[in-house]
């Protein structure tokens, strides 16, 4: 069965703490791996793609690396703006190439 | 451009009533998305359409639950009659569909609350 898991579940950092959120998958064909934001009370806002084992993404303080079995996105002297939810989801090959599978996501804490 | 824009955001309902969630997608997207999410459950997809045709439900719970997508630019989610374990968070989304890839952009989404 095709199976998104993120780690840790919830994760408290110091300001300008760096860290690293997890996304593991086990999928039959990856499409594309997909990272957002979701802010309470709103909708999940994309961040970034990857489509291949060793690509990397930078976006700000956010960049995301992906391997065959896993992504990461690391987060660089976090500020409490960068608290949020962060999903990942893995795009699946399939005939319609449209069937995304979502992680349960981390919950980030930034304090000042 | 417009993002994806969903009605009503906020809906309470009495347990037996029927309700309709609209949504309009990012205009020149083909395919369109219904997803609900939970605490317990997270992000699950219900239903999504390829140039207005339905491709998959089969993540749609119940036969209480219907989707429509009568043109390019509309989309309804409707249920009839509504439960209280209905109550979550319906989010609509589209896409531009393309060979090499494909990103799904999320609308803020239409809070159910079935009493």
């Known amino acids: 069965e095709d199976q998104v898991t993120q780690s840790p579940e919830a994760l408290r950092l110091q300001e300008g703490e760096s860290s690293s959120l997890n996304c593991s998958y086990t999928v039959s064909g990856l499409r594309g791996l997909f990272w957002y934001r979701q802010d309470p009370g709103k909708g999940p806002e994309f961040l970034f793609t990857?489509?291949?084992a060793g690509e990397e993404k930078e976006k700000e303080r956010l960049k995301a690396t992906l391997t065959k079995k896993e992504s990461f996105l690391h987060i660089t002297a976090p500020k409490p703006e960068d608290s949020a939810t962060y999903l990942c989801?893995?795009?699946?090959?399939?005939?319609?190439?449209?069937?995304?599978?979502f992680g349960p996501g981390t919950r980030l804490s930034v304090l000042p | 451009d417009a993002g994806v824009i969903q009605s009503p955001r906020h809906e309470v309902t009495e347990m037996g009533q029927e309700v309709t969630l609209r949504c309009k997608p990012i205009s020149g997207h083909n395919s369109l998305f219904w997803y609900r999410q939970t605490m317990m459950r997270g992000l699950e997809l219900l239903i999504y359409?390829?140039?207005?045709?339905?491709?998959?439900d089969s993540g749609m719970p119940e036969d209480r639950f219907s989707a429509k997508m009568p043109n390019a630019s509309f989309s309804t989610l409707k249920i009839q009659p509504s439960e209280p374990r209905d109550s979550a968070v319906y989010f609509c989304?589209?896409?531009?569909?393309?060979?090499?890839?494909?990103?799904?952009?999320f609308g803020e989404g239409s809070w159910l609350t079935v009493v």
């Open positions: 989801a893995v795009n699946l090959r399939d005939n319609y190439g449209q069937n995304f599978v």
């Open positions: 359409f390829n140039n207005n045709v339905p491709i998959d």
């Open positions: 990857l489509y291949s």
């Open positions: 989304a589209s896409s531009l569909y393309r060979e090499a890839g494909n990103t799904i952009y």
